[in-house]
């Protein structure tokens, strides 16, 4: 671990676990206006329900994951203030950890307490600020009201998204800014739904006594668990619909590479291994994540057109740059019926245009023969493929570092420039080449 | 609407009509109300309505999913019979805005029967409308009349669809009913408490409509999710059907094979009363039954006579086949299918050489259709059988290599004149 990482954890656990301690020595308890009345069984439903609701981390399709115990937190500081809030989120972060996710590394655990921590009680400092000095008093009379439920809102959010991010920004030596865009963009819809159940909560939780006579907390707790609970389950089914789908690519075109080149060394598993480059760079360039899909489904299926036109990978050829006339034909041929394989499944209609164009020359022109702008991801693809090729050749396979001389041999005439220097990075990060080489790199181009 | 048959239309022309004068009466019973509130309710409802039947989520085997029923029973919750009706009349035509006219009237009139009986039935069973009675809603006293409407809504509901259909496709109505019911029903019991909750949460002055936004908020997210799913499980699908048939177009002979193995498994399965929730699963294994055969290439283009080895390799195929279909599959199910299509009743089969009442009915379903197909289309070493022949052929190794009541159900089938005719089909497509 990054020595800047290592001291940032171990800031925010000892700050966070600090700040609880001192709230709850020092913290004005008795300023509450529950405080009267506040049995230990409002703070026990509180703690059940975020241990529940906590434990559900609703994954989201284009990365990243929100636990649902974000609306019971917020509820939580409506009701009872940060303090109780404080504590109802160390409980409950700390049972996920160690019931749930068990075996992940304590140092983690105390991180997680920490923000939790820190971020329920800066959302209470914030609706004791905008309420004008009250808290745990929940209430809807007037703008100022709206103002602070929102603005502690956003505080919680802010400052859970800040906390983890910066952990990960730290961890991939990456901006704090592009990543927590990047980040709270995608959890924002799902985070704004959450605080408004939490919002519902807190005032069904004040009332329950006169709406539901007794057995309040029953329906309370419906309202908090059905909908995220449906929530969760509807975004695991989806993620995990995702995952069989990446898995039936792989196995497919395992498949074929096994049936069409007889197990041959060099092209068993080549699918899955372009895929792997050609995406990691476009991650490396910063692409959408949609992109990045794109790509990689395209790396999987970018030879499929073999089941037509067999295409042994043209691996001898290394030596004389040029493609025979016969051998560029055959390749023309296989990537139009991959194109056309697979352009009548709708969700792979950009899929089928990488594809269509994996093998074109950079120096022959944007364009493709029909006039369409041949897209960025087919000169990562070749790019990646070339890479794979003479890395695995059967008679005289290169070294990572003699294959990228290569690549940057041929970058500006067979391929892309910005393609093969966002390649080459990729493997100096990844640690395949030497930083040096990575560092020549631009300069040779 | 001159196309459908008397009894159809004339269904078609009395529900929307039952439908205007229920709600006639249900609109002239509302004297007394405060009509202000009972628009506000109207126009809140349309809203969320509309919102809430947004682009259903497509169920697999047919039939869509909506947040729409536990919206409208929220509403006669909320505001009773009358509201609900009228909330339907004005939400239908919008919602089917692409449909043809007799669509929108039977769906409004229908709606409009279901949810004022459905709020009838509350108010009889002694059920409080949360908006118009001063105390809030107490399950103990309008807990039966909640449930009550539910099955009323439910019932009327899927009975009036059941009934158009029926009439429609000229099937039993109670069979019909059963077979949609079947997902329904269980999509009721789930919706119903989102109904409930949401009445509740009405009840919150500080929020009352904002508080029911509030609640639906991360169901639509979850709706979202969901229709995610679907649409992943669709191109799954198209996705696998295609790579497939790409790998099946390198072995000529096989071409549209698994087409034609799944077309006629299916209708097998639906005339021996295969339970409707395993047929996708069927359906899978009929598709890529053949797939383990992908890695014996070798093995099977061999010139050569095939030695033991060999043989024993291929009789391995469908257990390699099941391996793959493992991989792939969204459910669990289609995997072990294929690894028992090439067993036998008489225990002569491979790999694992299973008796008549250990095989899964779902393969030898795709055993039967698997062999006529290859019995009656042409192979680079013999011409197609004729139809008859392979009847014949099927019905000799009924019992022992292939399970009697399939052929059976092959024959019958054969007899009605209902078997796809693979070759005759490509004749006339040519001609």
Known sequence: MRRALKVYVWFVSVAGIVAVAVT??????????????????????????????????????????????????????????????????????????IAVRRGIPFYKTLFNVGHSAI?????????????????????????????????????????????????????????????????????????????????LVALLYENRDTLFQGYGWAFVASVLVLPTTLLYYGSRLYMDMQRVYDKTLRTLVALKESKIHAGAQETVGHGERVANLASAAADELGMSADDVQSIRYAGYLHDIGDVAVPTQAFDGDHEDAALTEEQATKLRRHAEIGHDILRPIGFLRRVAVLVRHHDRRFDAGPYGPDGEVIPFGSRLLAVAERYDDVTRSAREPLSPDDAVRRLVEESGSRFDRRAVEAFVRMLAREAVVDAVRCEEAPDAI | MSKLSPPLRAYLIAVPLLGAALLAWLTIRLAGYPHLKLIEGILFFLVLTIIAAQSPVQLPRGGIMSMAFAVGYACIIIYGPAVAAWVAVLSTPWLLRKSVWYRITFNAGQYVLTEGLAGLVYQWAGGEFVALSPDPLSLRHSGAAIILSGLTYALINSFAVAIALALHEKRRLLGTWRVGFGWMGPRYLALAPFGVLMAMVYQLQQLRYVGVALFLLPLFWARYAFKGYMDMREVHQQTVEALTKALEAYDAYTEDHSDHVSELAEKLAVRLGFPETRMEALLFAARLHDIGKFVMEPVLNKQEKLNEDDWALIKQHPAEGQRIVAAIEVQPGAASIVRATHERPDGSGYPDGLRGGQIDLAASIIAVADAYHAMTSDRAYRRAMPEHSAIAELARGAGTQFESNVVQALIELWQQGELPQPQRRDHAASA
């Open chain 1, 24 to 97: 709850a020595r020092w913290g004005n308890l008795e300023g509450l206006p529950h405080a009267s009345h506040m049995v230990l069984g409002d703070v026990a439903f509180f703690v059940v329900m975020g241990c529940l609701l906590d434990m559900m981390i609703v994954p989201m399709a284009r990365g990243g994951a929100v636990s649902a115990g974000f609306a019971v937190f917020y509820a939580c500081m409506l009701y009872l203030g940060p303090y109780l809030a404080a504590f109802v989120a160390v409980l409950a972060t700390l049972w996920t950890d």
């Open chain 1, 119 to 199: 971020s329920v009680l800066a959302a209470g400092g914030a609706y004791y600020v905008l309420m004008g000095g009250r808290v745990a008093d929940v209430r809807l009379a007037d703008l100022a009201d709206v103002a602070a439920i929102i603005g502690s809102a956003a505080v919680l959010f802010g400052s859970e998204v800040t906390a983890v991010n910066l952990a990960v920004a730290l961890e991939r030596r990456a901006p704090l800014r592009s990543v927590w865009i990047g980040n709270a963009r995608l959890v924002l819809p799902l985070d704004a739904a959450l605080a408004g159940v939490g919002l």
